[in-house]
């Protein structure tokens, strides 16, 4: 049970009981490497291989939050990772494609994802910076690496009126910013908080 981590994002004042419900459902340890699994209940990063980290579970939420999913929506994620996001994206959305541009790390997420019986998920191999055209619009997307600007492909596979979360770096500390789609442009709506995020790496960026 992810009751402790529920607890922490919660105190933190995400109240939406669809997000709660999701981290209460997602069991973190299954998420990260076995030698690391004793703190998986603990909110911090964790390494998962190839210099990268399975992101603070309160980052995981606050992104959330801002992108929040509706039950029938297709989402895009860029940075699969372990897994984590994923499933809890999962648990809010329709369907979900994942693109991981580390094959071993997409395999892993598919074990993971697997063994809880998440049917909806397609975690994709490749370069997320180009999207999944084939799969487009989405009606949310969400980055979990961070770039100075959001990557073409991914704002124009975005549907008209949809959402997108990604950290924008800056100086400092990279920026999770929320955007949303109108008129046909991305329009940035708010800075929902500094973090520091690993870079994403790819053609579009
Ligand atoms: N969201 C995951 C992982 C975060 S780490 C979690 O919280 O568990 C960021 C991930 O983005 C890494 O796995 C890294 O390999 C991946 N990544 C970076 N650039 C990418 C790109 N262009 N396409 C797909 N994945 C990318």
């Given at each position: 049970?992810?009751?402790?981590?529920?607890?922490?994002?919660?105190?933190?004042?995400?109240?939406?009981?669809?997000?709660?419900?999701?981290?209460?459902?997602?069991?973190?340890?299954?998420?990260?490497?076995?030698?690391?699994?004793?703190?998986?209940?603990?909110?911090?990063?964790?390494?998962?291989?190839?210099?990268?980290?399975?992101?603070?579970?309160?980052?995981?939420?606050?992104?959330?939050?801002?992108?929040?999913?509706?039950?029938?929506?297709?989402?895009?994620e860029i940075g699969t990772g372990y897994g984590y996001q994923t499933a809890l994206l999962a648990h809010l959305a329709g369907h979900v494609y994942?693109?991981?541009?580390?094959?071993?790390?997409?395999?892993?997420?598919?074990?993971?994802?697997?063994?809880?019986?998440?049917?909806?998920?397609?975690?994709?191999?490749?370069?997320?910076?180009?999207?999944?055209?084939?799969?487009?619009?989405?009606?949310?997307?969400i980055v979990s690496a961070a770039a100075p600007s959001v990557p073409g492909p991914l704002a124009e596979q975005l549907a008209e009126g949809g959402r997108l979360v990604m950290p924008i770096a800056a100086t400092v500390a990279d920026i999770v910013t929320l955007y949303t789609k109108q008129h046909g442009r991305l329009e940035r709506q708010r800075a929902v908080t500094p973090a520091q995020f690993v870079p994403l790496v790819g053609e579009h960026v």
């Open positions: 049970m992810a009751r402790n981590l529920v607890e922490i994002i919660r105190r933190m004042g995400m109240t939406d009981p669809r997000l709660l419900a999701a981290v209460a459902a997602t069991p973190r340890e299954h998420f990260v490497p076995p030698r690391s699994a004793a703190r998986a209940e603990r909110d911090e990063p964790i390494p998962i291989g190839h210099g990268q980290p399975t992101s603070q579970p309160s980052l995981v939420a606050q992104m959330i939050d801002a992108l929040m999913p509706a039950d029938k929506d297709t989402v895009l994942s693109v991981e541009r580390y094959a071993d790390l997409a395999e892993h997420a598919r074990a993971n994802l697997a063994a809880l019986d998440v049917p909806n998920v397609d975690v994709v191999v490749g370069d997320g910076t180009a999207g999944l055209p084939e799969h487009a619009p989405f009606d949310a997307i």
